[in-house]
């Protein structure tokens, strides 16, 4: 049975830092660890990489051939690894016996709370490889100044928690530079805790473009949401929230 994280957010919510510093960190504890980019636009990894998308197909010769955008060039991405799963199985297999695995994915977030491709291809790997992923949503913490965007990261945090049908944990990336973004409404905890949604209602009607939604906004949410820091990692710790695991990486 091999564990392994398979690590999705937003483009710029630092997945790639994210998997840089984690396989630092299991690396570090003596843990074997293998990062496995699935992002076909990502061509500057700082990572070591054991298996690289791009060895099969690359994002430019997508847009180049097909006369797609990035967009669509990345769900073409997606359906041709699904249809050549047997590539990506035949690069884990010599990676089965005792490595932890780091999935790190496109930023595109349609799919994974809309398209199918990527949650067929962690499901077909689950499968026949026995694999138990867990799925890292990063949330970029500047998100929290802003009391619309915030609500709509949780929306999109747990339509995702739904469609992959994974385990599920929210972290909040780039917590070191959110003094950076200005004074919270709330401290950090009402954030990473999501408490009682409802004491936002007054910021979400300062702004025009939220305040229409803002009676639509419900008391209690299904999303709890970690921090990580990528300056120091001492210390990982995992606790229990109310129904979900939220995991703080406390790298202070």
Same mark, same amino acid.
């Given at each position: ?131 138990? !992923? ?62 009682? !949604? ?55």
């Amino acid at each position: 049975m091999v564990f392994g994280q398979v690590v999705i957010g937003p483009p710029g919510s630092g997945k790639t830092t994210y998997c840089n510093g984690m396989s630092q960190f299991l690396k570090l504890i003596g843990r074997k660890v293998a990062v496995i980019n699935l992002d076909p636009a990502n061509d500057a990894l700082p990572y070591e990489c054991a298996v690289n998308i791009e060895d099969l197909i690359k994002l430019s010769d997508v847009m180049l051939e097909h006369s797609l955008g990035p967009n669509g060039g990345l769900v073409y991405c997606m359906d041709y690894l699904e249809k050549n799963i047997d590539w990506l199985e035949s690069k884990l297999e010599p990676l089965l016996k005792d490595h932890y695995l780091l999935f790190d994915f496109p930023g595109q977030v349609e799919l994974f709370f809309l398209h199918s491709n990527a949650k067929k291809v962690i499901s077909k790997l689950i499968k026949k490889m026995n694999l138990r !992923l867990t799925a890292v949503h990063l949330v970029d913490a500047h998100l929290c100044s802003d009391p619309g965007k915030y609500v709509s990261a949780l929306l999109l945090s747990l339509s995702t928690m739904l469609h992959l049908e994974l385990p599920h944990i929210n972290v909040l990336s780039k917590i070191d530079l959110i003094e950076s973004y200005g004074k919270l409404a709330f401290n950090l905890d009402f954030y990473t805790d999501v408490q009682d !949604l409802s004491y936002l209602q007054y910021h979400l009607d300062q702004d025009p473009r939220s305040a229409k939604y803002s009676r639509y906004i419900p008391d209690k949410s299904l999303v709890d949401i970690g921090m990580a820091n990528k300056l120091k990692m001492e210390s990982l710790m995992c606790t229990k929230g109310t129904g979900l695991l939220s995991c703080k990486l406390l790298f202070y």
